[in-house]
């Protein structure tokens, strides 16, 4: 949805902010696991999708990081069924390879265009 909306609504954050929304609300059944503490994973979804986004934009549109990342996360997440200690390192560990990966591409500041998505074809 990201990637659709991008070049279509102004600044690259106003779609990031809403498409984060959805990614959270797509987690709603998180409810049921989470019960009353529910609410508090929500935050976390959305800054989670927002890092998606981000990751997706300042990778030139390459699906395949964002991709990775949500695997690794997700991977992270279930080893804590295994170890909960060694699952939360993990967790934390792919947060901050994402960080990296963001701050590097900050720092590099090579300024880049996104190609326009050009619209589709008249039928």
Not at 33 to 46: E, N
Not at 64 to 89: M, N, Y
Request: glycine letters at 10%.
């Amino acid at each position: 949805m990201f990637g659709y909306w991008r070049d279509r609504s102004g600044p690259w954050m106003v779609p990031a902010v809403w498409t984060s929304v959805v990614f959270a609300g797509v987690h709603l059944y998180y409810g049921t696991t989470y019960g009353v503490a529910a609410p508090l994973i929500f935050p976390g979804l959305f800054l989670l999708g927002f890092a998606f986004a981000a990751t997706y934009r300042f990778s030139r549109g390459n699906l395949v990081v964002p991709a990775v990342l949500h695997g690794a996360h997700d991977a992270a997440a279930f080893f804590t069924l295994i170890s909960e200690e060694g699952g939360i390192i993990l967790e934390y560990l792919v947060v901050l390879i994402g960080a990296l990966i963001g701050l590097i591409h900050y720092l590099n500041r090579e300024p880049f265009d996104l190609p326009p998505i050009p619209p589709p074809p008249l039928p």
